[in-house]
């Protein structure tokens, strides 16, 4: 058990994806149960649920805490300070949360993170999402932090246009991603979640996605 929180915080090298774009191996492991139990908090509020687009139902089940939530409808995109299921604000951030997120932003090279909202995604296997940018952020320049619990999922990362090459970046519970500055709007995705069961998540893998909206 302890072997393999060693293998997988110290045997796995950040992984340099672009010029302002890391990956940091094991970073949130040491708080995952934490980072849990303050999503427990805020889905009880804020209950997960899967969005409608203008190009139908999204997958992935979702909630927001923070200022502003993304949102989705037959209309379109934007960031919301309401939840529109229940007329009421979202819940606040977390400190455990906002904490974990100002230190992977400054560990890449972003100090003075102030994020006002985290997208809260519940993936299940068989739930993917579609190559996208993140462009409905006012702040197109600071990052965006991506924090991987429960089981794994591989990340499509490709560049700026979407017939550009893509990657595949497999990541793992613990796992944080950061991109900002020149890679923030690279195209991105997550490929079908494959059959598998964590200790802490039975068979979910949930990704928190920090930003600065405004
Ligand atoms: C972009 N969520 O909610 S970011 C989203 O796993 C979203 O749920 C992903 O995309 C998820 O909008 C997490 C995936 C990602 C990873 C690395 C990147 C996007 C990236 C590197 C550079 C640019
Ligand atoms: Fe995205």
């Given at each position: ?95 455990s949360l906002r904490d974990l997120a100002c230190r992977a932003a400054q560990a890449a ?106």
């Amino acid at each position: 058990m302890h072997a393999d929180l060693f293998a997988q915080v110290i045997d796995d090298d950040d992984q340099v994806l672009g010029e302002q774009a890391r990956v940091l191996r094991g970073f949130a492991i040491l708080q995952a149960e934490a980072l849990l139990s303050a999503v427990d908090e805020v889905v009880a509020i804020a209950p997960f649920r899967q969005l409608r687009t203008p190009s139908g139902l999204m997958s992935v089940a979702m909630s927001n805490c923070g200022e502003r939530g993304w949102c989705s409808d037959a209309c379109g995109y934007r960031y919301s300070a309401t939840d529109p299921d229940s007329g009421r604000a979202w819940p606040a951030m977390p400190l455990s949360l906002r904490d974990l997120a100002c230190r992977a932003a400054q560990a890449a090279g972003f100090p003075d993170y102030r994020p006002d909202a985290c997208l809260i995604n519940r993936y299940r296997p068989g739930t993917r999402m579609g190559l996208h940018q993140d462009r409905d952020e006012g702040d197109k320049i600071a990052p965006i932090v991506s924090v991987s619990l429960g089981i794994p999922a591989t990340f499509l990362f490709g560049g700026l246009k979407r017939n550009d090459a893509i990657r595949r970046i497999e990541v793992r519970h613990g796992d944080v991603a950061v991109w900002g500055g020149v890679d923030r709007l690279r195209y991105h995705g997550v490929a079908t979640v494959k059959r598998a069961v964590h200790p802490l998540l039975g068979d979910q893998r949930i990704n928190l996605t920090f930003r600065k909206t405004r």
